[in-house]
C-alpha cells in the first residue's frame, strides 16, 4: 500500500538553498524512493514573485512523489501539518562577515517561527536550523516552542561532517564511501573542531585509521582543521554566495539518517540538544557523534577528544 504523504517545510525556500533542496526533497533523496512528500515553502513577501516561481518549476518537474505545494509568506498556513521543517530563512552572511555576525537580523526571524511551529506543527514535527548561526537559531526556537522536544530540534553541521569526509578522501584517493566516523564538536563556526581521531578507511585489508594511513599528523592537527573549519568562507569567497548545494545536500543525509536510521556501525554529527555528555554543559546545542535508530538520535559516548577543550569557548 502507498505511504500517506510526508508533509515537509522549507523556510527561506525562494534562496539559494531552498532552490537546490525542494527538488531534492521532490525526488525522494531526503525520505526515500518511496515516501511521497507534500512541500510546504515559506519565503517572505519581497520573495514572493520568486516563490511562486520555484512552484510553477516543481509543477512543471513532474516529480512522481510530490502530491502537493503549499508557498506561502504567511507563516501559519506554512507551519500547519508539518512533519518535519528544514528552516533555511534568514540572511546569508557575506564575505568578509563571521555567522555570528548576522546573529541580530535571524533572532527575530526565529522566535516568530517558533511560536508557529509550536501553535501550528504536526505533533512530532522534527526540526532542523540551517540558517546562520545555526546553533544559536536552533536553541531560540527551543526557547519559543517549549512543548517541542528537545529530541526534535537540531542543528546542521552534517555539512561540516561531509567535508570532513571530502577532505580526506581527496587526500588519500579513495572513495568518500569507504571513508567513516569523522565527528564534528561544538558550533557550526570556526570554533568547531572536526576530529579524525576514530575515524577509518575501508581497505581492501578491512578497515584502518584515518591517521595510520594519512601519516601526516601535522596536516590532521592543522591545515585539515583549518579547512573544515574554513570552507563555508571560502565557496563564498569564490562563489560570492554560500554553499547552496552542499548545504542542501548535507540537509538531506541529516534528515534521512535522522528518520531512516544511520548504517551499523556507522556515525554522523547533529547539532543536538546536549544532555551533559562529554561534559558539554546540558541545555545547548551543540556537535556531537550521534547514531539514529526507529527515528530517534542518540549521542555516541566514548569518543573523548583531547583536544577539544581548545575549541570550548562557544563562538557562535
Ligand atoms: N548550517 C549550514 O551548514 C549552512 C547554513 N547556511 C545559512 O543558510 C541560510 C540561507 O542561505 P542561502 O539560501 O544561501 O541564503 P539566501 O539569501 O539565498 O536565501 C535566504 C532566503 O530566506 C528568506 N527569508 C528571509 N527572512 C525570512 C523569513 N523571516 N521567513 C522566511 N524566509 C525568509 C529570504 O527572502 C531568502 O529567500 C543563511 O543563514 C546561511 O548563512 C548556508 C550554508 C550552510
Ligand atoms: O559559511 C557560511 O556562512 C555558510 C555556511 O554556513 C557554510 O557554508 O558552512
Redesign the pocket.
Known amino acids: 500500500m502507498a505511504k500517506e504523504p510526508v508533509r515537509v517545510l522549507v523556510?527561506?525556500a525562494?534562496?539559494?538553498?531552498?532552490y537546490a533542496l525542494v527538488p531534492m526533497i521532490a525526488r525522494g533523496v531526503m525520505l526515500g524512493p518511496d515516501q511521497p512528500v507534500i512541500l510546504h515553502m515559506?519565503?517572505?513577501p519581497?520573495?514572493a514573485e520568486a516563490l511562486n516561481g520555484v512552484k510553477m518549476e516543481l509543477v512543471d518537474a513532474a516529480f512522481p512523489l510530490l502530491k502537493g505545494v503549499v508557498a506561502t509568506t504567511d507563516v501559519v498556513e506554512a507551519c500547519t501539518g508539518v512533519n518535519i521543517a528544514v528552516m533555511?530563512?534568514?540572511?546569508?552572511?557575506k564575505e568578509g562577515m563571521e555567522?555570528k555576525d548576522?546573529m541580530s537580523k535571524?533572532v527575530s526571524?526565529y522566535k516568530s517561527?517558533a511560536s508557529a511551529l509550536e501553535k501550528h506543527a504536526a505533533a512530532n514535527c522534527k526540526v532542523l536550523v540551517?540558517?546562520?548561526p545555526?546553533n544559536t537559531n536552533a536553541l531560540i526556537l527551543k526557547e519559543f516552542a517549549p512543548s517541542i522536544s528537545e529530541k526534535n530540534i537540531t542543528?546542521?553541521t552534517r555539512?561540516d561532517h561531509n567535508r570532513a569526509l571530502g577532505q580526506i578522501s581527496e587526500r588519500l584517493s579513495v572513495q568518500v564511501c569507504d571513508v567513516k566516523n569523522v565527528i564534528i564538536w561544538g558550533n557550526?563556526s570556526s570554533s568547531q573542531y572536526p576530529d579524525v581521531n576514530h575515524a577509518t578507511v575501508k581497505t581492501p585489508a578491512g578497515e584502518k585509521p584515518v591517521r595510520e594511513l594519512v601519516k601526516d599528523d601535522e596536516w590532521l592537527n592543522a591545515e585539515f582543521i583549518t579547512t573544515v573549519q574554513q570552507r563555508?568562507a571560502a565557496i563564498i569567497k569564490a562563489r560570492k554566495?554560500?554553499?547552496?548545494l552542499s548545504?542542501a545536500s548535507?540537509a538531506c543525509d541529516h534528515i534521512r539518517d535522522w528518520v531512516l536510521g544511520t548504517p551499523e556501525g556507522t556515525w554522523v554529527s547533529m547539532g543536538v540538544y546536549s544532555d551533559g555528555s562529554y561534559n558539554v554543559p546540558a541545555g545547548l546545542i551543540y556537535s556531537f557523534p550521534v547514531t539514529c535508530q526507529n527515528g530517534e538520535w542518540k549521542i555516541v559516548q566514548g569518543k573523548d577528544c583531547q583536544l577539544k577543550c581548545h575549541y570550548f569557548p562557544l563562538t557562535p
Open positions: 523556510t527561506g525562494a534562496g539559494q538553498i531552498g515559506l519565503d517572505i519581497p520573495a533555511v530563512g534568514g540572511f546569508p552572511r555567522r548576522v535571524n526571524i517561527q540551517v540558517a546562520n545555526a542543528c546542521l555539512l557550526h563555508g554566495l554560500s554553499s547552496a548545504a548535507s
